[in-house]
């Protein structure tokens, strides 16, 4: 009798429905768009502005958001950085399977490692990988502060809080950097539209 370990005697089981087929039929080209930043940077405000977006357009989208994910299918981890990683990713092989049925997943979170961030961008073929950096300052995340973890992270009562105790990695080479102009945060939808420009300018929302 043998033991069967992780990913031994397995085999991959090729669909006679292949990605472009599934594509053809939403007439739009599956991609992941990962939204990074620090907590209160307005990942999961742009997150849901690009969906609604994009719904209104007639393209099927689908926003994973690190909030949700550890409610269930994340929520064994913690925030040590193995667990981080881990948590990164087991969504990026998510955010992988709604591209490759033909969606445009949308990652919203704050995965704070490059290292972590590139490895998902290494799991998708064709460069359906577009990272978007919400790169605001901590001032101002920290005055946003919606849900008080500034606040505990502060005083002590959490550690290991990006941007106060643990480091936050910004990207090198994003496609898309969202930012302040002139001391001031563009709005939702003018946000959506920077980066629903960039996914009609790169074919994502035809099939040809």
């Not at 949308?106 to 978007?132: H, W």
Request: aromatic share 6%; net charge neutral.
């Amino acid at each position: 009798m043998s033991t069967l370990s992780n990913s031994t005697n397995i085999f991959w089981q090729e669909s006679p429905v292949g990605k472009l087929d599934r594509q053809k039929l939403l007439n739009q080209k599956g991609c992941v768009v990962w939204i990074t930043g620090l907590s209160g940077s307005g990942k999961s405000t742009l997150a849901c502005s690009l969906s609604r977006e994009l719904h209104s357009r007639g393209k099927l989208s689908y926003i994973l958001d690190g909030d949700n994910l550890r409610h269930g299918l994340n929520k064994n981890l913690g925030f040590k950085p193995e667990d981080r990683t881990e948590n990164i990713r087991r969504v990026g092989e998510v955010a992988k399977l709604f591209a490759d049925a033909g969606l445009i997943c949308i990652a919203s979170l704050i995965s704070p490692y490059r290292k972590d961030r590139d490895a998902c961008r290494a799991m998708l073929p064709d460069a359906n990988f577009i990272e978007v950096f919400m790169n605001m300052p901590l001032e101002l995340c920290e005055a946003r502060d919606t849900k008080g973890l500034y606040k505990l992270a502060r005083s002590g009562k959490i550690k290991g809080f990006t941007g106060i105790d643990d480091p936050y990695e910004p990207p090198l080479s994003c496609e898309i950097e969202i930012q302040q102009k002139d001391g001031v945060c563009a709005a939702p939808g003018a946000m959506a539209g920077q980066v629903v420009s960039y996914l009609e300018e790169k074919g994502y929302l035809q099939c040809q």
